[in-house]
């Protein structure tokens, strides 16, 4: 599901170095920062998963997690909010926005989201596809991150209006953006919230065929 702008945080740092009365940083330290950033993050989400493999989610503390990645556990709040956060949040917000914004101007929002679904997944590296079932099964099977993807759901929704009134020129807060993008979000929970339905079996190519076909109803006006 769904990441928040690593860009916008090495800016906030530069602009509180600023006020402490030194320079900000040039533009290559900056980028060796977010570099060192996305690498403990990954680190970090590397040895959860390795130690929720191991021992389980529940037995697995976020200090054991920040120690397989020598971090302090003060380190890993900054990445994640929550043990739960590790699972959810991934990159498939990035890849699926900047699909988005490459599709042509004259296809409508929920047309372009299909056609940035379709885009997006052709991105994924078998390795990728691997974590996102590993992601998955864990988000379908425990009970804190199904509760906690409710959260994440709603912070799509933001996402997605972000995107929409971005292409229609509009703003977020627009009542038709919110709807448009509600109604969007609505539609891919409606596909993948009923956890009794899932099981190890299930294919993401299936549950993205589902979306789309979900999608292409709402395009089409929902009819019954």
Request: hydrophobic letters at 45%; aromatic letters at 6%; charged letters at 25%.
């Given at each position: ?23 900000p940083l040039s533009p290559p330290q900056s980028g060796l920062r977010e570099r060192k ?188």
């Amino acid at each position: 599901m769904l990441d928040t702008s690593q860009a916008g945080a090495v800016a906030a740092a530069a602009a509180r170095h600023d006020l402490g009365g030194r320079p900000p940083l040039s533009p290559p330290q900056s980028g060796l920062r977010e570099r060192k950033k996305a690498r403990t993050r990954a680190s970090l989400r590397e040895h959860a998963l390795r130690l929720f493999r191991l021992q389980g989610y529940q037995a697995t503390t976020v200090e054991q997690i920040a120690a397989a990645a020598e971090v302090s556990p003060s380190t890993f709040f900054r990445y994640f909010p929550t043990k739960e956060d590790l699972v959810l949040q991934d990159d498939m917000d990035t890849r699926m926005i900047a699909a988005f914004e490459q599709q042509p101007p004259e296809l409508g929002p929920i047309a372009a989201v299909r056609a940035a679904t379709r885009q997006m997944l052709t991105s994924y590296s078998a390795a990728d596809m691997d974590l996102l079932r590993e992601t998955t099964r864990l988000t379908m099977t425990v009970p804190e991150i199904r509760a906690r993807a409710m959260d994440e759901f709603a912070r799509t929704i933001a996402v997605v209006a972000e995107a929409v009134a971005k292409r229609a020129g509009r703003s977020p807060d627009d009542l038709g953006v919110r709807a448009v993008a509600g109604a969007i979000i609505g539609v891919i929970m409606s596909v993948t919230i009923p956890w009794q339905g899932w099981s190890e079996g299930t294919s993401f190519e299936d549950t993205f065929g589902r979306i789309d076909e979900a999608l292409g109803l709402l395009e089409a006006g929902l009819p019954l």
